[in-house]
């Protein structure tokens, strides 16, 4: 029996991220080092790390920016009073690589709090995407993470202005239980908008669950930081395929590989396709010499830079 490498399609940059870095980078080409990067611009350590020896240089805090800087905001997007600290200093330029679907979500945020509603937000505690979309108004944002969260919710059933949002890098599966116990204790609730969801977020799950049902394990290329590459670790090994997050080939244990013949391979929305080709190198080493690309759609999406960066 030949062993056989299963290739997920789609698999690693979303947009969002392609977006992101070629805003860092096409800053680097054209202003030269330093540029200054409010957090990991995606979650990928292969990535920051070639990003940081071209000269980006990435902080938490924006007191670390020296005056006459240039600044990117990273995918994740930032809260509201981050962009106003940044427009207090004297900075050269201001490059925003927020996600244009996490965008999208911080005007819906500001357009209901405009209405007057009560807003939830189902997502993760902490997670840089949250912390931004929270932080876009100054009134309460309720986060649920759980189905159990939603009994503490102070809101009353009765509310007739109450409404949903979500991390967009939870799939529409993830979030199905909470906002089905959401409509039963909200009659009147609005629920978020299905292009609020990001696409790969959703696609790339939808590629696992179809490699599942052929692969005796799954190899996830993805930092540990990243929400959603731990989420394909999560839905393989929920479909009782077990599964390891990897940022490089050399973290595979050759354990792992004993009396296998099928190895599935995914990457996170955030990991290049140079890694899968490193993990597929190392596996042939061991004879997976079949290598399957397993299609499950085509994704077209492309979102445009800023227009000073464009040339």
Partial sequence: MKKQIILATPRGFCAGVDRAIEIVEKALTQYGAPIYVRHEVVHNK??????????????????DVPENSILVYSAHG???SVQEEAKRKNLKMIFDATCPLVSKVHNEIKNLYRN????????HKGH???????????????????IEDIKLLPI???CKKVAVVTQTTLSIDE???????????YIYLRLPKNED????TQNRQDAVKAIAKICDILIVIGSKNSSNSNRLKELAENLGVKSYLIDFADEISPSWLEGKFSIGVTAGASAPEILVEEVVNYLMKYDFC?????????EKMVFALPKELRF
Avoid: H, W
């Avoid at 079949?290 to 085509?298: H, R, V």
């Fill in 290 to 298: 079949e290598i399957k690309n397993f299609p499950t759609i085509e």
């Fill in 78 to 80: 930032v809260p509201l």
């Fill in 116 to 123: 007057e509603y009560q807003i939830i937000m189902i997502g």
């Fill in 46 to 63: 292969f990535v920051v790390d070639n990003l940081r020896t071209r000269g980006a240089v990435f902080i938490e805090d924006l007191e």
């Fill in 175 to 185: 979030t199905k239980l909470i906002i089905e116990e959401l409509k039963r204790k």
């Fill in 197 to 200: 969801i990001c696409y790969a």
């Fill in 156 to 158: 009353s059933f009765d």
């Fill in 128 to 146: 840089p995407e949250v912390v931004g979309t929270m932080g876009q108004i100054d009134g309460k944002i309720f986060l649920v993470e759980t």
